[in-house]
């Protein structure tokens, strides 16, 4: 298996801007995780999803970060406008249900001017 | 809520040194419990876990029990590495508990010097 796929890897910006960050997760996996990692606050889970429909989002930090999961293969992140504090490592993480072994993206690193 | 308490780093060793570092954990249910390794520039990823008091999970040479009675799940190893330097998490999952996924620890980052 190709394992969870994320893009764009790099992703510099301007203040402002929107940015979308992708992930594929592994097939057959029904659990989809996003998380923040920076070196202030560590790891932080933002959203996930069990069968395409978000559990819980109350890591989400505010209105300008949205996530859709469309169907089982396929979610975003979405952050507009971004700000320079959003500058992160963005991981995508799936599994075989909610409790189960995780598996981690090789992660977004997001740099916002 | 559930959480999961680890030592505070950064752990600098020598190579071939002992390692363990400590995690504990509260829970309301029977968590099943993990580690995490992430190497520099990467994702985390499962090193090792055990579903159940006693279990010993192991891989890679790095091993941990659960243990019920102390809450604890601390990793060791015996003959640390220069491509262990990593960050390492321990994380747990509470089926009975109010909270649906995986809770992480803060991490504890390892380097080992040669």
């Known amino acids: 298996d190709a394992g969870v796929i994320q893009s764009p890897r790099h992703e510099v910006t301007e203040m402002g801007q929107e940015v979308t960050l992708r992930c594929k997760p592994i097939?057959?996996?029904?659990?989809l995780f996003w998380y923040r990692q920076t070196m202030m606050r560590g790891l932080e889970l933002l959203i996930y999803?069990?069968?395409?429909?978000?559990?819980?989002d109350s890591g989400m930090p505010e209105d300008r970060f949205s996530a859709k999961m469309p169907n089982a293969s396929f979610s975003t992140l979405k952050i507009q406008p971004s700000e320079p504090r959003d500058s992160a490592v963005y991981f995508c993480?799936?599994?075989?249900?909610?409790?189960?072994?995780?598996?981690f993206g090789p992660g977004t690193r997001l740099l916002v001017l | 809520g559930d959480s999961v308490t680890q030592m505070e780093g950064p752990v600098t060793l020598s190579e071939e040194a002992f390692l363990t570092i400590n995690c504990t954990y509260t829970?309301?249910?029977?968590?099943?419990l993990f580690w995490y390794v992430q190497y520099p520039g990467e994702g985390l990823q499962l090193l090792l876990k055990?579903?159940?008091?006693?279990d010993k999970g192991s891989n890679k040479g790095f091993e941990a029990t659960y243990r019920k009675e102390t809450t604890s799940f601390h990793l060791e190893k015996g003959s640390v590495q220069v491509s262990d330097s990593a960050v390492y998490f321990c994380?747990?999952?509470?089926?009975?508990?109010?909270?649906?996924?995986?809770?992480f620890g803060k991490g504890t980052k390892l380097s080992v010097k040669p």
């Open positions: 994380a747990l999952s509470d089926p009975g508990g109010s909270q649906g996924n995986l809770i």
């Open positions: 829970a309301t249910g029977y968590p099943s």
């Open positions: 993480a799936s599994s075989q249900g909610s409790q189960e072994t995780q598996y």
């Open positions: 097939s057959g996996h029904n659990s």
């Open positions: 999803f069990n069968n395409n429909v978000p559990i819980d």
């Open positions: 055990a579903t159940k008091a006693d």
